[in-house]
């Protein structure tokens, strides 16, 4: 084969029939194999007919014989001396169906799109290079995300959110264990016993749903993650019937009433209107002592979850804090503390006001990335 052909332009669709004609003889070549080898095409480009083999090698192969097998395959598919974009027929379908290049690969990937012809192997990669890049976006810290990265983010997350809180939001069944005895719904059970009562219903007073008060830290230090927990907050607001929502910086701004019958779009542009001191200074126990003096009939006790999200940095006395969240403390079922820099590697809780807010925190978690957003759950 002659190294210097070049490789101007090559579908994804032929890899993925050179994956597939490779499989048939012998080759162990799967979905996660196939996606590998359209990666390689895609950063490869355009070069030498040499480069690609290589490449297609590297993530198809896995044993001596594979490359033995794999040479038998490359040379049998492609004509010796013709460039690699021109394989041999029948095994390559009418390249006229997609204009995709390998320049393009990755794209058709991500987008599930790859022409008017799509294989069923082709649907199954692009389903599995989804699933991966759900997985990585999941798992990605916010601060670190590009802004087309955190636009897909968002699209995912907030299915996921509504997905939860409608999880949330629904009742509890009618208990089979304890409480008395639900006579109508115990013989309706059992007809087809003929009214022996072998299965057994109770009653149990129906769970009032917790109430959701949230405090969101729009400051300078926590700019990388307040969009976005705005945005999940919104989510919460738009499933629950009894949310509160607030932010601080300095100072506090209930935003309840930007949230309700809105939609996302609408909401933060109003939001981004606000005094509110979006990137500013932070006064945790001060606004939390705002909160108490004006808002505490929000709370409930034994039906309110308290939620606060902060990274903990506070300009203010760590004293004022202690005493403002222990009064919170004893109005609510549970405080909950979500805190971005938990999700890094080396934190350690040690500033002053996270260390004094600690005592009274019930539930102290990350919130840095989807995944630990969605961890909430169980924690609701």
Known sequence: MNSRTANPSITAETIVEFCRFARERGLPVSVKETLGALEAAAALGPGRTDDLRFGLRSVLCSSMEDWDLFEECFQAFWNDTSEVSTPKQPHVRDTRRSEISVHTARSMITSGSSGEDVSSEQEGVQAVAGASIRERLAKADFSTLQQADMEALEQIALRLFRQMARRLARRRRISTARGQVDLRRTIRRNISHGGEPISLRFRERRPRPHRLVTLLDISGSMSPYSVFLVKFLFALQK??????????????????????????????????????????????????????????????????????????????????????????????????????????????????????????????????????????????
């Open 239 to 380: 499933h629950f019937r009894h949310v509160d929502t607030f932010l601080f910086s300095t100072s506090l701004v209930e935003i309840t009433p930007l949230f309700r019958g809105r939609r996302l779009r609408d909401a933060l542009r109003d939001l981004s209107q606000l005094p509110a001191g979006w990137a500013g200074g932070t006064s945790i126990g001060g606004s939390l002592r705002e909160f108490n003096q004006f808002h505490h009939r929000k709370l409930r006790s034994g039906d309110t979850l308290f939620l606060m999200l902060s990274d903990g940095w506070d300009t203010g006395s760590p004293g004022v804090l202690a005493a403002e969240l222990a009064r919170v403390k004893r109005q609510v079922r549970r405080v909950i503390w979500l805190n971005p820099l938990l999700g890094l590697k080396d934190y350690q809780p040690l500033t002053a006001g996270m260390s004094a807010a600690l005592p009274h925190i019930d539930v102290f978690a990350a919130a840095h990335n989807l995944e630990s957003l969605l961890a909430l759950e169980k924690y609701l």
